[in-house]
């Protein structure tokens, strides 16, 4: 059983910064990808970035340059560091995780918001 546990959404104004967290309860399980995706009000799921355990990295447009991910394997944590928050990016932010072979695990989800 793997669980993953997500911290550091909250409310923040146009502009503001906010980094999230996804911890693994697991250590002995090597991730192959760790990312992040989310659901914007109405709308469906949708990928925001992901890291390979090299290092990798995938953004999706709407992100670029302003957001960055990154990873500890050691502890098998995922971070996004949120800078410069648009209304557009209020959103359930979901942690996911891969490992080989077997089907994605999520995280229970962190609320955005973006709201002056």
């Known amino acids: 059983q793997v669980v993953l546990v997500e911290s550091g959404g909250g409310k923040v104004q146009p502009g503001g910064s906010l980094r999230l967290t996804c911890a693994a309860t697991?250590?002995?399980?090597?991730?192959?990808?760790m990312g992040w995706y989310r659901e914007p009000p109405g709308k469906e799921r949708e990928l925001v970035a992901t890291?390979?355990?090299?290092?990798?990295?995938n953004y999706a447009d709407s992100v670029k340059g302003r957001f960055a991910i990154s990873r500890t394997n050691s502890n098998n944590t995922v971070y996004l560091q949120m800078d410069n928050l648009e209304f557009e990016d209020t959103a359930v932010y979901y942690c996911n995780a891969k490992v080989h072979l077997l089907p994605d695990f999520w995280g229970q989800g962190t609320q955005v918001t973006v709201s002056s």
């Open positions: 697991r250590r002995d399980i090597t991730f192959v990808n």
């Open positions: 890291i390979s355990i090299g290092g990798d990295r």
